[in-house]
Nanobody, 117 residues
């Protein structure tokens, strides 16, 4: 069975940092593109950051320069380091994996990130 297990969410003050982790099992990790999405209440889910099988990264303009996506193929884990957090970053963050050259994809359960004083 494919599983994506997320961790690292929580409550943080504005300006603080968090690192989200998503550990995948049941897939050949190196064959999948990875992405972090987020969804705030009343808003659509949006792509925050992505990283391809060859390591190319892409970021939403709203997080560029503050967030960093990375992957560790040896650990089957993708990370999202979030610095200089703002209240508008508050959302449920979801891990997504997408098989290269395929429509096959999977979602994590989501982890809550709340930025508030």
């Amino acid at each position: 069975q494919v599983q994506l297990v997320e961790s690292g969410g929580g409550l943080v003050q504005p300006g603080g940092s968090l690192r989200l982790s998503c550990a995948a099992s049941g897939i050949i990790f190196r064959l999948y593109h990875m992405g972090w999405y987020r969804q705030a209440p009343g808003k659509q889910r949006e792509l925050v950051a992505s990283i391809t099988i060859d390591g190319s990264t892409n970021y939403a303009d709203s997080v560029k320069g503050r967030f960093t996506i990375s992957r560790d193929n040896a650990k089957n884990t993708v990370y999202l380091r979030m610095n200089s957090l703002r209240p508008e970053d508050t959302a449920v963050y979801y891990c997504n994996v997408n098989r290269s050259w395929s429509t096959e994809h999977y979602w994590g359960q989501g982890t809550q990130v709340t930025v508030s004083s």
